[in-house]
């Protein structure tokens, strides 16, 4: 089936530590996306893709860093001098140029602090 | 800068009832709305798509109007059920990105 994945479902993150998180998409779509979520609140973006080899920062971009080397995946990693890593992490995918495709997302990461 | 914001916040009703849920946003300038059902700690799922240019979309017992000039959506469930029970969020498209609301809570029970 073709979909978003998403792993790992939990991770958790020591002081000082950088974690990256994996996101592989099999819809063939150009355009992608990682979103933090907080309790309560809706979903920020982080940063995004629309193209292989380019990716844009979102409103959120400070303390993370992305690659988009193939069209199929787009790691997130946290690094350590985001403060306040802790949230639930999504990742989203949808045609490019086509603004009648929804988005699709995957089921998240939790990420916790140790 | 787009805001989207939903009320209420939270919602608790019997089976069977109509519900509508309301979103609202500050800039007219968009390519689209949709609608999204998000489980607890689950991902999102798409529920409805509303082209800037149309009025509304219907899929099974959901229908979903958007009012473009007055910055506004909302998402009708007709003869809710339990299994209903989720969060509801709505997004608008801009040129590249979509920007969330904070979701209303909805909780139906038997």
């Known amino acids: 089936d073709g979909g978003i994945t998403q792993s790992p479902k939990y991770l958790f993150r020591k002081e000082g530590q950088n974690v990256t998180l994996s996101c592989e998409q099999n819809?063939?779509?150009?355009?992608m996306y990682w979103y933090r979520q907080d309790p309560g609140q809706g979903l920020r973006l982080i940063y995004y893709s629309q193209i292989v080899n380019d990716f844009q920062k979102g409103d959120i971009a400070e303390g993370y860093s992305v690659s988009r080397e193939k069209k199929e995946s787009f790691p997130l990693t946290v690094t350590s001098a985001q403060k306040n890593p802790t949230a639930f992490y999504l990742c989203?995918?949808?045609?490019?140029?086509?603004?009648?495709?929804?988005?699709?997302f995957g089921d998240g990461t939790r990420l916790s602090i140790l | 800068k787009q805001e989207v914001t939903q009320i209420p916040a939270a919602l608790s009703v019997p089976e069977g009832e109509n519900l509508v849920l309301n979103c609202s946003f500050t800039d007219s300038a968009i390519y689209n709305l949709q609608w999204f059902r998000q489980d607890p700690g689950k991902g999102l799922t798409s529920l409805l798509l509303i082209q800037s240019s149309q009025r509304e979309q219907t899929s099974g017992r959901l229908n979903a109007s958007l009012d473009k000039s007055s910055g506004r959506s909302t998402l009708y469930i007709a003869a809710s059920q339990p299994g209903d029970s989720a969060t509801y969020l709505c997004a608008v498209r801009d040129a590249d990105k979509l920007i969330f609301g904070t979701g209303t809570r909805l909780q139906v029970f038997p």
């Open positions: 819809l063939n779509h150009d355009a």
């Open positions: 989203a995918s949808s045609m490019q140029g086509h603004t009648n495709q929804p988005q699709h």
